[in-house]
Nanobody, 118 residues
Framework: QVQLVESGGGLVQPGGSLRLSCAAS????????MGWYRRTLGNERELVAS???????NYADSVKGRFTIARDNIKNTVYLQMSSLKPEDTAVYYC????????????WGQGTQVTVSS
């Protein structure tokens, strides 16, 4: 069993920055992809960024060049550095860890609110 705990959300002005962290407890092996998703009111949860065990990253077009995902495999932690934040980035951000080889090993954090507003 894996538990994910996010931190780092909050209120920030447009153009500002925030860093989200997601600490995983339990067994995160080398076959896990970790990622960040977000959901705004009335919308489906969407992928923001993901990172494979070897470091390959994938970003939503809307955040390319502004957000950076990174992971520390020793600490079992994934980070999302968000810069040049826009009001449309306002959402609940969720951390996800899932095993590439075992579909049932799919875990989500509880979410952290990010609000971009002046």
């Amino acid at each position: 069993q894996v538990q994910l705990v996010e931190s780092g959300g909050g209120l920030v002005q447009p153009g500002g920055s925030l860093r989200l962290s997601c600490a995983a407890s339990g067994s995160i092996t080398s076959t896990y992809i970790m990622g960040w998703y977000r959901r705004t009111l009335g919308n489906e949860r969407e992928l923001v960024a993901s990172i494979r065990p070897v470091g390959t990253t994938n970003y939503a077009d809307s955040v390319k060049g502004r957000f950076t995902i990174a992971r520390d495999n020793i600490k079992n932690t994934v980070y999302l550095q968000m810069s040049s934040l826009k009001p449309e980035d306002t959402a609940v951000y969720y951390c996800r860890a899932y095993d590439i080889l075992v579909r049932s090993k799919n875990y989500w954090g509880q979410g952290t609110q990010v609000t971009v507003s002046s």
